[in-house]
């Protein structure tokens, strides 16, 4: 591992390999394993006193759910745990959404109206989650008109082509601009982004950012709080020493600015 930290070249070998994966999972004597587990948890279970409430068994195989520990991403987690203490604290009459993990965006709605944009639809209904199909490049929403924004692990991605969209180099930076440009006078931005000790592409995954190119990027809104994710902790502070991480921001939009 610190070979591949310390080679570029070898970071890409090894990057390009990872997608093979998908074809290498199958381990023969692993799944001959986990079969024999399953067919004498079957045995046994069918053993049991039968309840008659349940005379029908179908077989459904759940090979690797069998843990010791709880399987969670702890960046996901973490800022999405962030995002929802903030948004509870600042108590907006509507909150908008561009991009973020539907799941949490659904939960959130449910304490919240909240107004999902993305440019693929949800195909699900719930009370108080609006959508509106729209990309976070050409948002459907009027200059200084939102209070209450969040796009989370979002504007990094914008420009590769990963999600359908067109490749752009300026990707991010004109995303930025689009949030900014619909928030109002006073009006806040949750967001979150990789975070490094220098810009970087790692292509067609996402970019990474500096903080002082993020402090750049919104250098005419105030910021009210950072944090940052290294590992599965949150801490209070930048760490250049830390590596790679994810910053999480709240950015407001100053009242002496308008577009």
Known sequence: MKYLKQNQLA??????????SYFLKCQPLSLIKQYSWFFKELKSFKGLDRNPYFKKIELRPCFFD??????????YFLQ???????????????????????????????????????????EIELPNLFFKKGSV?????????????????????????????????????????????????GGILLISLPIDDQNKICFNAHRIFT?????ELFSDMVILEEKYIYGSKMYDSYDRRKGFGTGLYVFQKEKKNAY
């Open 11 to 20: 970071r890409n070998i090894h990057q390009l390999l990872v997608p093979m």
């Open 66 to 75: 069998n843990l010791k520990y709880t399987p969670i991403d702890p960046v």
């Open 80 to 122: 999405d745990t962030w995002a929802a203490r903030k948004i509870f604290e600042f108590k907006p009459d509507h909150h908008y959404d561009v991009g973020s993990s539907v799941k949490t965006i659904g939960i959130l709605s449910q304490f919240v109206p909240v107004t999902m944009i993305d440019i693929r639809p949800i």
């Open 137 to 185: 490049l050409n948002l459907p929403l009027k200059d200084n008109s939102i209070n209450s924004l969040s796009s989370l692990c979002v504007v990094e991605h914008i420009g590769f082509g990963r999600y359908g969209d067109t490749l752009d180099s300026f990707g991010s930076e004109k995303a930025i601009k689009e949030l900014k440009r619909v928030l109002k006078p």
């Open 211 to 215: 903080r002082d190119y993020i402090l």
